[in-house]
């Protein structure tokens, strides 16, 4: 508040927008999980597009042993990731991807700003992950 004997208050923390940029940019370059694991109950189909747009996923398929790795892992089809498979996601590496990122390893808080977060796909950034296992906090 305005009294400077009165405690903060979680309304307090609305008005301090480059408080919650500075937070952000600290899970992104140190996310608290950095490798998301998940087991497939059913095959999923990897679209090519969303492949090459948007992620970049590690996958280790447990039961072919193939490694995937977006940099390295052209494939001219969608890709069907059998049932039974574990997949790895790395946050890490994701929240240094320079497609969405300048200057990725530097820390930044700006780049938080609405102005800047406008056109970046909203899962180029998961602190916590996404979906139905997102933080629970």
């Not at 307090?12 to 694991?37: A, I, Q, S, W």
Request: proline share 7%; charged share 25%; glycine share 4%.
């Amino acid at each position: 508040g305005d009294n400077e004997d009165s405690e903060v208050t979680q309304e307090d923390f609305k008005n301090l927008p480059y408080l919650d940029m500075c937070l952000k940019e600290v899970t992104r370059l140190f996310p608290t999980g950095p490798l998301v694991t998940r087991y497939l109950l059913e095959d999923f189909e990897l679209k090519k597009s969303i492949f090459h747009r948007y992620y970049m996923l590690h996958i280790i398929l447990i039961q072919n042993i193939y490694i995937l790795i977006q940099s390295l892992f052209i494939f001219s089809e969608n890709l069907i990731i059998p049932a039974g498979t574990s997949i790895f996601i790395s946050l890490y590496v994701l929240h240094r991807d320079p497609k969405y990122w300048d200057n990725p390893n530097s820390f930044e808080p700006e780049r938080f700003s609405k102005e800047n977060s406008k056109n970046r796909p909203h899962f180029a950034y998961m602190p916590f992950l996404a979906g139905q296992r997102n933080c629970i906090g």
